[in-house]
């Protein structure tokens, strides 16, 4: 594939897969009146898969500076494969669940002043970490597409150029997904 061939496709699948989370986020789509028991599992599945990601990415960046680039090769379509996973799960928790707000009631349906109080004051922490992610997340995403194709079609130092960026964004991006998992479960309610 070119390279103008990528990134029309690295256009395309952006404004394909933020134009979907865009529509669910807004709760256009019609949503379904039974959900499948195991949609309440994704979110865990989900920031595992962020989780490992982050290791696999770590893992990569670690590999290219020991020149395995086989085995860096492999770790990135690893890291990619578990982020198209990660994409489908996240599309599909989206569509069932409704939005978790911080500090909302939790699943027991109670709430105490102590939980209160701390919703209260680390709630400008996670609307930071949130946003952070959620804007990085649209940034880094045909970067990660581009870079990928970069590597794949062994333009190294186009590779090397854009990956130097692309790198501690997508690895932000996952890790944050895992803060944010974890500061929002307490609040889940289901």
Same mark, same amino acid.
């Given at each position: 594939?070119?390279?103008?061939?990528?990134?029309?496709?690295?256009?395309?699948?952006?404004?394909?897969?933020?134009?979907?989370?865009?529509?669910?986020?807004?709760?256009?789509?019609?949503?379904?009146?039974?959900?499948?028991?195991?949609?309440?599992?994704?979110?865990?599945?989900?920031?595992?898969?962020?989780? +490992? $990601?982050?290791?696999?990415?770590?893992? %990569? &960046?670690?590999?290219?500076?020991?020149?395995?680039?086989?085995? /860096? *090769? @492999? !770790?990135?379509?690893?890291?990619?494969?578990?982020?198209?996973?990660?994409?489908?799960?996240?599309?599909?928790?989206?569509?069932?669940?409704?939005?978790?707000?911080?500090?909302?009631?939790?699943?027991?349906?109670?709430?105490?002043?102590?939980?209160?109080?701390?919703?209260?004051?680390?709630?400008?922490?996670?609307?930071?970490?949130?946003?952070?992610?959620?804007?990085?997340?649209? +940034? $880094?995403?045909?970067?990660?597409?581009? %870079? &990928?194709?970069?590597?794949?079609?062994?333009?190294?130092?186009? /590779? *090397? @150029? !854009?990956?130097?960026?692309?790198?501690?964004?997508?690895?932000?991006?996952?890790?944050?997904?895992?803060?944010?998992?974890?500061?929002?479960?307490?609040?889940?309610?289901?």
């Amino acid at each position: 594939m070119s390279n103008k061939k990528a990134y029309i496709w690295a256009a395309i699948l952006t404004v394909v897969v933020m134009g979907l989370v865009s529509l669910l986020n807004r709760h256009v789509l019609p949503v379904p009146d039974s959900v499948p028991a195991f949609i309440f599992s994704l979110p865990k599945f989900i920031a595992g898969t962020n989780a +490992i $990601v982050s290791l696999v990415l770590i893992m %990569t &960046f670690i590999a290219v500076k020991q020149k395995k680039i086989a085995l /860096h *090769k @492999k !770790l990135n379509l690893t890291a990619m494969t578990l982020s198209a996973l990660f994409l489908l799960m996240y599309v599909t928790a989206h569509y069932f669940i409704p939005d978790t707000r911080y500090g909302d009631l939790n699943h027991d349906g109670q709430i105490s002043p102590e939980e209160l109080t701390a919703a209260g004051s680390m709630r400008s922490i996670y609307f930071f970490i949130l946003s952070s992610h959620i804007l990085l997340a649209g +940034i $880094v995403f045909p970067m990660v597409l581009i %870079t &990928f194709h970069f590597g794949w079609t062994n333009q190294v130092e186009k /590779h *090397k @150029k !854009l990956a130097r960026y692309t790198f501690p964004l997508w690895l932000y991006v996952a890790i944050t997904g895992v803060v944010v998992y974890f500061m929002i479960k307490p609040y889940y309610n289901f």
